[in-house]
């Protein structure tokens, strides 16, 4: 591939030159707090930030905009960076006949999440980088994912990236798409503006999940309350279960090709067996036991498969491949700490630990290793900034060796068997080389497929996967359990050691985004409390609530819009706080975090804090469906009145600027599902109906889309229970004593079940016992 450095010397500049860009627009990524967009400030394009002046300029010059959205842990972002953003040809045409914008999609998730699914709807596909055209007023125009560089190996490979529907002609690089829409415009710009606005209007009403309300919809006539219960019922629970049966690979765990852990999903399937006796008698137990074992399945597979730093610790985003054995190399620190959630529930609900109960747990039970490693390494200095909270990504790509000038793909992490001999091999025997080599699958021309090398990037690399376990390796080779055990611990600190020493890691995304540092202080309260009674070392919501601490500190700030009283939540810190706002994904979040470390502490200033930033929520963010009422308004875009939570404020930067509510799950739960656990919880820990009332109306908002597509709701469906059969209220006291007050929280969450409100006074006698009674 063809990296910035030659680019540059193809064109006959010196390394450090910049071109000057021939508009009078200058680069102004420096300016951003964004550390994704900040690394595009030596690049020769002349970005501009997405605000109203960009517009304005836009609009005064008629001159259409090219957006970018991407963000800094992507493999396929840095290479457009490299081979199209460095390119002096590229910089000057866009500079010359677009306004440049560009977008750390962490930062602006709502125009991320719009733009997607244009990208969807057109190309039937998405992702990042996410390259778009678009009219002065952000219509559509023309968008797609990865576009080659012009003269790159990439742009030499056939394929129809931008076809011209008339002359049939193929546009192969970034380029030559570039130039063809600047064509389109500068000859049609009216159909160009007609057909965009006609795409953005189909796109909004596509878009309208969560908007039927209490209107009525294809399934039935709407309630005569927002907050009583239509037709969602436990049924959609079992059509849910079906529905994801059908997807399940029973072979490799996980759902469809490529593979992405899907958090929310597992979280579903390992509830089910802790849910009331009534959910059981509507989906059956065997189904019910299935259920939980293709989520067990599945994590498993995700444990031994490539996406596991087996060497360091945590979890990249997917695999490319079904079997897991080919990772994009990025790790998301807030899917991390989702995926220590999940296999927490699998370890604690594992029939065999609860038949032990919960003084049996061990750490040498199932899945409890991958628990406390990833809690470790989401306390650990590549993660974790003591008084600001945890950062946001590790990159992809990296430096192979120090003093390397061109970045690889997986570099930190990818092995050769020449590489991994001479590192295991030091001070140990053959067979401590063999072992660990047919443990992890290391293989001397590599193991990576060449379908997945198009471009032989990973010739003779490994990828590290566990494809033998000890017991299979003790009889292959002859000796112990144990010694196996030894051999792979010694190979692994050794790896550890040797790349810890020799090879650059990654470059971080210091980013401090609330919400995901609501998500980790979420997974370590829960793992302190499960872990209370083990010898860990540590305790993890101490660092739950330095990150508490450190997130409001820097975020949760006066509100200085005119006319605007109390506080407001910031996107994210890093050095300094975004002028971003918050969505409402971050209030979710960070409420459900602070809940959690309520329930783990008993401090009672962490739930004022989550109730304070819930009433923020609903001032924001909330479609009430009471406002029609009032307003006398009829249902809008931005408006429907129909319950549940809008993703960004009713204001934005234009009107073009949809609002969107998210009751899907994706990569996390959705925000709307969470806000409604949120709320049960609150309801039923204060005693106070109104939040109870509200999670049920947000339930609702999405029920059209719930009775159609049940298994894309899976987080939703757990409140569904909630509102069905209510929330069990168990007032215990004599908790003083920290092992009594420990004790109630290390089941998976099941808030159907039981919502255990804690009481400071009264006496110890009798926890336990009535612990046991109620099988908590």
């Given at each position: 591939m063809m990296s910035a450095q030659l680019q540059?010397?193809?064109?006959?500049?010196?390394?450090?030159?910049?071109?000057a860009a021939t508009s009078s627009l200058q680069n102004r990524a420096r300016e951003s707090r964004s550390p994704y967009v900040r690394l595009h400030a030596e690049t020769p394009v002349a970005w501009q930030p997405v605000d109203e002046?960009?517009?304005?300029?836009?609009?005064?010059?008629?001159?259409?905009?090219?957006?970018?959205?991407?963000?800094?842990?992507?493999?396929?972002?840095?290479?457009?960076?490299q081979d199209s953003f460095f390119n002096p040809s590229v910089a000057e045409f866009l500079n010359d006949n677009f306004i440049p914008i560009i977008v750390d999609r962490e930062e602006r998730p709502d125009l991320d999440t719009i733009y997607q699914n244009y990208s969807e709807a057109v190309n039937a596909t998405g992702g990042w980088p996410l390259n778009l055209f678009l009219?002065?007023?952000?219509?559509?125009?023309?968008?797609?994912t990865y576009w080659p560089g012009p003269g790159t190996e990439h742009s030499m490979v056939g394929g129809s990236l931008a076809p011209d529907s008339v002359s049939g002609e193929v546009y192969n690089d970034f380029l030559a798409i570039a130039k063809k829409i600047h064509t389109?415009?500068?000859e049609q710009e009216q159909r160009c503006r007609r057909e965009a606005f006609e795409m953005l209007h189909k796109l909004q009403d596509f878009a309208q999940e969560g908007t039927f309300g209490d209107n009525e919809t294809p399934s039935a006539a709407a309630p005569t309350s927002a907050a009583e219960p239509g037709d969602l019922d436990l049924d959609q629970l079992d059509e849910a279960?079906?529905?994801?049966?059908?997807?399940f690979d029973s072979i490799d765990g996980g759902f469809g090709t490529p593979k992405f852990p899907n958090p929310a999903r597992l979280s579903f399937l390992l509830r089910l067996p802790h849910f009331p006796q009534e959910v059981r008698d509507v989906i059956g137990d065997k189904e019910v036991e299935n259920a939980a074992g293709m989520a067990v399945t599945t994590l498993r597979k995700i444990r031994d498969g490539g996406i596991r730093d087996h060497v360091g610790a945590g979890f990249m985003r997917f695999s490319a491949t079904s079997d897991w054995s080919m990772p994009?190399?990025?790790?998301?620190?807030?899917?991390?700490?989702?995926?220590?959630?999940?296999?927490?529930?699998?370890?604690?609900?594992?029939?065999e630990v609860r038949k032990k109960g919960w003084k049996g747990l061990s750490k040498k039970d199932e899945f409890a290793d991958v628990v406390l490693e990833l809690a470790d390494y989401l306390i650990s200095p590549a993660v974790y900034r003591e008084n600001y909270g945890v950062i946001t990504s590790e990159a992809a790509d990296s430096y192979y060796r120090k003093g390397d000038k061109q970045k690889r793909e997986g570099a930190y992490y990818l092995w050769t068997r020449k590489e991994f001999d001479q590192v295991v091999g030091a001070d140990s025997s053959d067979l401590a080389i063999d072992v660990a080599a047919a443990h992890w699958n290391v293989q001397e021309d590599g193991n990576i497929p060449q379908d997945q090398d198009p471009y032989d990037e990973f010739i003779n690399q490994n990828v590290l996967s566990v494809r033998k376990d000890t017991q299979?390796?003790?009889?292959q080779f002859g000796v112990p359990v144990s010694e196996v055990e030894r051999i792979i611990a010694v190979a692994r600190g050794k790896l550890r050691a040797h790349r810890e020493k020799e090879r650059v890691a990654p470059l971080r995304d210091e980013k401090v985004v609330a919400g995901i540092n609501g998500m980790v202080i979420s997974a370590l309260a829960r793992t302190q409390a499960a872990c209370y009674g083990l010898d860990i070392g540590k305790n993890y919501s101490d660092y739950a609530m330095n990150i508490a601490d450190s997130v409001l500190k820097h975020l949760w700030l006066d509100d200085v819009r005119p006319g605007a009283k109390g506080k407001v939540l910031h996107r994210f810190w890093h050095n300094g706080t975004s002028q971003t706002l918050a969505f409402a994904d971050d209030y979710a979040f960070l409420i459900e975090g602070l809940l959690d470390l309520y329930e783990t502490r008993l401090d009672e200033k962490w739930l004022n804090l989550a109730k304070e930033l819930q009433e923020t929520q609903n001032r924001l963010f909330y479609d009430s469906p009471s406002n029609k009422l009032s307003a006398g308004e009829s249902p809008s875009p931005r408006h429907a009145y129909s319950g549940g939570f809008y993703s960004n404020e009713s204001k934005t930067l234009s009107d073009t600027v949809l609002r969107l509510k998210s009751g899907m799950d994706k990569s996390a739960p959705s925000t709307n599902a969470v806000s409604a656990s949120n709320l049960f919880h609150l309801g039923a820990i204060l005693g106070e109906e109104k939040y109870t009332i509200q999670a049920k109306e947000t339930v609702n908002a999405f029920e059209a889309e719930i009775l159609q597509y049940p298994w894309l709701f899976n987080s939703l469906l757990t409140s569904v229970v909630t509102a069905r059969l209510g929330v069990k209220k168990v007032e215990i006291g004599g908790v003083d004593d920290k092992e009594g007050r420990m004790r109630f929280y290390c089941l998976p969450r099941a808030e159907a079940r039981a919502i255990i409100v804690l009481r400071k006074e009264g006496e110890k006698d009798g926890l336990e016992k009535k612990a046991e009674e109620l099988q908590i």
């Amino acid at each position: 591939m063809m990296s910035a450095q030659l680019q540059r010397e193809k064109a006959g500049l010196p390394a450090e030159a910049q071109p000057a860009a021939t508009s009078s627009l200058q680069n102004r990524a420096r300016e951003s707090r964004s550390p994704y967009v900040r690394l595009h400030a030596e690049t020769p394009v002349a970005w501009q930030p997405v605000d109203e002046n960009t517009l304005a300029l836009a609009v005064s010059q008629n001159k259409p905009i090219f957006m970018h959205i991407g963000f800094l842990a992507d493999h396929l972002c840095h290479l457009s960076t490299q081979d199209s953003f460095f390119n002096p040809s590229v910089a000057e045409f866009l500079n010359d006949n677009f306004i440049p914008i560009i977008v750390d999609r962490e930062e602006r998730p709502d125009l991320d999440t719009i733009y997607q699914n244009y990208s969807e709807a057109v190309n039937a596909t998405g992702g990042w980088p996410l390259n778009l055209f678009l009219t002065p007023d952000l219509y559509p125009i023309f968008g797609g994912t990865y576009w080659p560089g012009p003269g790159t190996e990439h742009s030499m490979v056939g394929g129809s990236l931008a076809p011209d529907s008339v002359s049939g002609e193929v546009y192969n690089d970034f380029l030559a798409i570039a130039k063809k829409i600047h064509t389109f415009w500068e000859e049609q710009e009216q159909r160009c503006r007609r057909e965009a606005f006609e795409m953005l209007h189909k796109l909004q009403d596509f878009a309208q999940e969560g908007t039927f309300g209490d209107n009525e919809t294809p399934s039935a006539a709407a309630p005569t309350s927002a907050a009583e219960p239509g037709d969602l019922d436990l049924d959609q629970l079992d059509e849910a279960v079906e529905g994801i049966a059908k997807m399940f690979d029973s072979i490799d765990g996980g759902f469809g090709t490529p593979k992405f852990p899907n958090p929310a999903r597992l979280s579903f399937l390992l509830r089910l067996p802790h849910f009331p006796q009534e959910v059981r008698d509507v989906i059956g137990d065997k189904e019910v036991e299935n259920a939980a074992g293709m989520a067990v399945t599945t994590l498993r597979k995700i444990r031994d498969g490539g996406i596991r730093d087996h060497v360091g610790a945590g979890f990249m985003r997917f695999s490319a491949t079904s079997d897991w054995s080919m990772p994009h190399f990025e790790k998301m620190v807030g899917e991390n700490a989702l995926l220590l959630g999940v296999y927490l529930d699998a370890w604690l609900g594992n029939p065999e630990v609860r038949k032990k109960g919960w003084k049996g747990l061990s750490k040498k039970d199932e899945f409890a290793d991958v628990v406390l490693e990833l809690a470790d390494y989401l306390i650990s200095p590549a993660v974790y900034r003591e008084n600001y909270g945890v950062i946001t990504s590790e990159a992809a790509d990296s430096y192979y060796r120090k003093g390397d000038k061109q970045k690889r793909e997986g570099a930190y992490y990818l092995w050769t068997r020449k590489e991994f001999d001479q590192v295991v091999g030091a001070d140990s025997s053959d067979l401590a080389i063999d072992v660990a080599a047919a443990h992890w699958n290391v293989q001397e021309d590599g193991n990576i497929p060449q379908d997945q090398d198009p471009y032989d990037e990973f010739i003779n690399q490994n990828v590290l996967s566990v494809r033998k376990d000890t017991q299979e390796l003790s009889k292959q080779f002859g000796v112990p359990v144990s010694e196996v055990e030894r051999i792979i611990a010694v190979a692994r600190g050794k790896l550890r050691a040797h790349r810890e020493k020799e090879r650059v890691a990654p470059l971080r995304d210091e980013k401090v985004v609330a919400g995901i540092n609501g998500m980790v202080i979420s997974a370590l309260a829960r793992t302190q409390a499960a872990c209370y009674g083990l010898d860990i070392g540590k305790n993890y919501s101490d660092y739950a609530m330095n990150i508490a601490d450190s997130v409001l500190k820097h975020l949760w700030l006066d509100d200085v819009r005119p006319g605007a009283k109390g506080k407001v939540l910031h996107r994210f810190w890093h050095n300094g706080t975004s002028q971003t706002l918050a969505f409402a994904d971050d209030y979710a979040f960070l409420i459900e975090g602070l809940l959690d470390l309520y329930e783990t502490r008993l401090d009672e200033k962490w739930l004022n804090l989550a109730k304070e930033l819930q009433e923020t929520q609903n001032r924001l963010f909330y479609d009430s469906p009471s406002n029609k009422l009032s307003a006398g308004e009829s249902p809008s875009p931005r408006h429907a009145y129909s319950g549940g939570f809008y993703s960004n404020e009713s204001k934005t930067l234009s009107d073009t600027v949809l609002r969107l509510k998210s009751g899907m799950d994706k990569s996390a739960p959705s925000t709307n599902a969470v806000s409604a656990s949120n709320l049960f919880h609150l309801g039923a820990i204060l005693g106070e109906e109104k939040y109870t009332i509200q999670a049920k109306e947000t339930v609702n908002a999405f029920e059209a889309e719930i009775l159609q597509y049940p298994w894309l709701f899976n987080s939703l469906l757990t409140s569904v229970v909630t509102a069905r059969l209510g929330v069990k209220k168990v007032e215990i006291g004599g908790v003083d004593d920290k092992e009594g007050r420990m004790r109630f929280y290390c089941l998976p969450r099941a808030e159907a079940r039981a919502i255990i409100v804690l009481r400071k006074e009264g006496e110890k006698d009798g926890l336990e016992k009535k612990a046991e009674e109620l099988q908590i």
